[in-house]
């Protein structure tokens, strides 16, 4: 497999030991109810998948898709909801499930977004935070992994598109993405 320069930051089994602790906490808060997941693509798509086979409540599941950063490794400070879900969100208990929280932005719009439809309840759960990075005070009920100020890949986060299909958390030399 490709593998990028840098080194693992959080391996494979460190990841899916937290994703099956997440998967315990979120059920357990939602016994006896329904779930509608909702996965924020691309980068959420592979915890997304991981996450709802660790949930025993019954789930559905949709996804939105945000402007990301797109071929660097800075924020434009600027979301645009480029693909909503097809369920309803009124009434229903919804999960949105990020791969990372960085600056915030991102989240804050996606929840402002959602809480404007009416849900019975909202919930964030993100597999990475860098909370040194944040802009906006952002709610996040469910993290996997609190990181330091670098920039990760693996495990549905890319650079420029590539290493998403990574089963770990690589940490990229700052040389790669310092380069352009
Ligand atoms: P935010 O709006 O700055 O919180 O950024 C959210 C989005 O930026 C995430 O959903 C990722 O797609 C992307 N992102 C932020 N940090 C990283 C990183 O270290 N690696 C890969 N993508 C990242």
Not at 100 to 105: A, F, K
Not at 157 to 168: F, I
């Given at each position: 497999?490709?593998?990028?320069?840098?080194?693992e930051l959080?391996?494979r089994?460190?990841?899916?030991h937290?994703?099956e602790?997440?998967?315990?906490e979120?059920?357990?808060?939602?016994?006896?109810?329904?779930?509608?997941v909702?996965g924020v693509?691309?980068?959420?798509?592979?915890?997304?998948a991981?996450?709802?086979?660790?949930?025993?409540?019954?789930?559905?599941?949709?996804?939105?898709a945000?402007?990301?950063y797109?071929?660097?490794?800075?924020?434009s400070?600027?979301v645009?909801?480029?693909?909503?879900?097809d369920?309803?969100?009124e009434?229903?208990n919804?999960l949105l499930v990020?791969?990372?929280?960085?600056?915030g932005?991102?989240?804050?719009?996606?929840?402002?977004e959602?809480?404007?439809?009416?849900?019975?309840?909202?919930?964030?759960?993100?597999?990475l935070?860098?909370?040194?990075?944040?802009?906006?005070?952002?709610?996040v009920?469910?993290v996997g992994?609190?990181?330091?100020?670098?920039?990760?890949?693996?495990?549905?986060?890319?650079?420029a598109g590539?290493?998403?299909n990574?089963?770990?958390?690589?940490?990229?030399?700052?040389?790669?993405?310092q380069?352009?």
């Amino acid at each position: 497999m490709e593998a990028p320069t840098g080194r693992e930051l959080i391996s494979r089994e460190e990841v899916a030991h937290r994703v099956e602790e997440l998967g315990r906490e979120i059920s357990a808060a939602h016994a006896g109810e329904e779930l509608l997941v909702v996965g924020v693509l691309r980068g959420g798509a592979v915890f997304t998948a991981d996450l709802i086979r660790q949930l025993w409540v019954p789930v559905h599941l949709d996804f939105v898709a945000v402007s990301s950063y797109g071929k660097g490794a800075s924020s434009s400070g600027e979301v645009r909801l480029v693909k909503d879900v097809d369920e309803r969100v009124e009434g229903r208990n919804v999960l949105l499930v990020e791969d990372i929280v960085d600056t915030g932005l991102t989240l804050r719009y996606l929840r402002q977004e959602f809480a404007a439809r009416h849900p019975k309840d909202l919930r964030v759960c993100a597999l990475l935070n860098k909370p040194s990075r944040r802009l906006a005070t952002v709610q996040v009920e469910y993290v996997g992994f609190d990181i330091p100020d670098e920039f990760v890949v693996g495990y549905g986060l890319d650079y420029a598109g590539r290493y998403r299909n990574l089963p770990c958390i690589f940490a990229l030399s700052p040389e790669v993405y310092q380069q352009k």
